[in-house]
Nanobody, 122 residues
Framework: QVQLVESGGGLVQTGGSLELSCVVSGDGSNYYSIAWFRQAPGKEREGLACIDSSSGRTIYGDSVRGRFTISRDNAKNTVYLQMDNLTPEDPATYSC???????????????WGKGTLVTVSS
């Protein structure tokens, strides 16, 4: 079992920045790649970014490439999502998930966190 706990959500102004954290724990957790997703009310869950467990290779979705940055601190068992230049299109519940094969497809995830809410004010 792998557990994931997100934090760092909150209210930010348009154009502002926010950093989300995902603490990963459990047996074999260091072998999993970690991805970030978001889901806004009435919309499908969207894959944003993924970071490989060993190589650090990253994958980004088109909607956030160039604005969001995923990183990993293995010593702290934590994956971060730095979000810059936030817009009114970004509010959602942001969740991290663990996957053996690096991907941002939601069907490829093995474990999920509960999420953290991000709100953007205009």
């Amino acid at each position: 079992q792998v557990q994931l706990v997100e934090s760092g959500g909150g209210l930010v102004q348009t154009g502002g920045s926010l950093e989300l954290s995902c603490v990963v724990s459990g047996d074999g957790s260091n072998y999993y790649s970690i991805a970030w997703f978001r889901q806004a009310p009435g919309k499908e869950r969207e894959g944003l970014a993924c970071i490989d467990s060993s190589s650090g290779r990253t994958i980004y979705g088109d909607s956030v490439r160039g604005r969001f940055t995923i990183s990993r601190d293995n010593a702290k068992n934590t994956v971060y999502l730095q979000m810059d230049n936030l817009t009114p299109e970004d509010p959602a519940t942001y969740s991290c998930a663990a996957t053996i094969i690096p991907t941002i497809l939601r069907t490829g995830m093995d474990y999920w966190g509960k999420g953290t809410l991000v709100t953007v004010s205009s």
